[in-house]
């Protein structure tokens, strides 16, 4: 169901569980473990845009089959345990699968999701459901308040644990906060971190990692790079290459795993943190 606003009723608790990720022993991630395309019906598609849930029981992608020039489709994929494999079906969210779909965001707990669809400007809309595993959603609205942005629109982001902010990259790789005071209503503070060039930001469990592309490089622009800040009230530092084959990531919200497009096709990366 699509409504006229972004401001949910009874669905949805204004606090969340508090969330401590565990610090990581090690920054760099390991090899990226190829994992196989997932649907057998649409063969040859580029799968991109992967979104992992914190039980790691569902997925979310997006895919454009190979040799179409038609939108890219939303795809969800679950299973019973980490141990099996995805069940992955076609998902059509807001009826609008004329149009591109791409860049779902969950938060940790499942009961949020924002993604994005390609209308012009960029359209963004929020699913709401009060179990974090159950399909499909009880409500999707329009996340509005991105007007600001005019034409440019919000062209990939990744939203916080909790769902209170966003980290927006517009087009021409301008890096935004966007933030609410509670997940009820629409987001109303926007912040310019100040940054040029970014692609498809990620966000860590504690805000003090981001992972990204870089945007002069295109969506075919495979290197993904990282920075770090000592708080969330500091500027990132440096930027470092993480991985020089790998786009359109997504770190855990435990920080200790992290899904990209990679080949066509999507791949893990792991690394150690405590207990």
Known sequence: MVGACNQ??????????????????????????????????????TEFDPQLSAT????????????SSGPSLLFRG?????????????????????????DPALTADGRRMIFRVDTTPPSLFEAVRQDGEQFPFDEILPVNGFAQFGSLGVESFDLTWDGLRMYIAVKQGQLWLAQRDDRNKPFTKFIDLGMRNVHF???????????YT???MGSSGHSLYRRERADVDSPFG??????????????????????????????????????
Request: charged share 30%; hydrophobic share 40%.
């Open 8 to 45: 949910i009723y009874g669905l949805d608790s204004t606090r969340v569980r508090d969330l401590e990720p565990p610090p990581c022993a090690t920054v760099q991630f390991s090899a990226p473990i190829e994992l196989e395309q997932f649907d057998d019906e649409h063969n040859n598609e």
């Open 56 to 67: 790691g029981l569902e997925l979310w992608y997006a895919a454009q089959p190979e040799a």
């Open 78 to 102: 679950e299973r019973a345990s980490t141990d099996e494999p995805f069940t992955v079906a076609i998902v059509d969210l807001v009826g609008m699968n004329a149009r591109s779909h791409a």
């Open 201 to 211: 930001p990620t966000i860590s469990g504690d805000e003090l990692e981001l992972f």
């Open 214 to 216: 870089l945007y002069d």
């Open 238 to 275: 440096a930027e470092a290459l993480v991985l020089d084959d790998g786009a359109d990531p997504d770190i855990a919200p435990t920080s200790s795993q992290m899904i990209v497009g990679r080949d066509k096709s999507l791949a893990l990366l792991q690394r150690r943190c405590d207990d």
